[in-house]
């Protein structure tokens, strides 16, 4: 038996690349803003892919122009 440790999401070296390439499966010319990938940064994925790319199929369908962003 072997164990296979995997890194938590966000503490993976291309995490930024990630959030683009999902955020572009979820909807086709989706954006993420870099104040955007900051907050998604920080949130505790808990290593679940699954869960970080519903999030952005969410954001990106109720965004303008299929862009992920902050409101204040």
Same mark, same amino acid.
């Given at each position: 038996m ?12 291309d995490?930024?690349?990630l959030?683009?390439v $999902? ?5 086709p010319? %989706?954006?993420?803003? #870099?104040? +955007?990938?900051a907050? =998604? ?7 679940n892919?699954r869960? $970080?790319?519903?999030v952005?199929?969410r954001? %990106?369908?109720?965004g #303008?122009? +299929?862009?992920?962003? =902050?409101?204040?």
């Amino acid at each position: 038996m072997a164990d296979i440790l995997l890194p938590r999401l966000v503490e993976r070296p291309d995490f930024a690349l990630l959030l683009a390439v $999902l955020a572009k499966e979820a909807a086709p010319g %989706a954006r993420i803003e #870099e104040k +955007a990938a900051a907050m =998604l940064a920080r949130h505790d994925w808990q290593g679940n892919m699954r869960e $970080l790319h519903n999030v952005l199929t969410r954001l %990106a369908l109720q965004g #303008e122009d +299929a862009r992920i962003g =902050l409101r204040i």
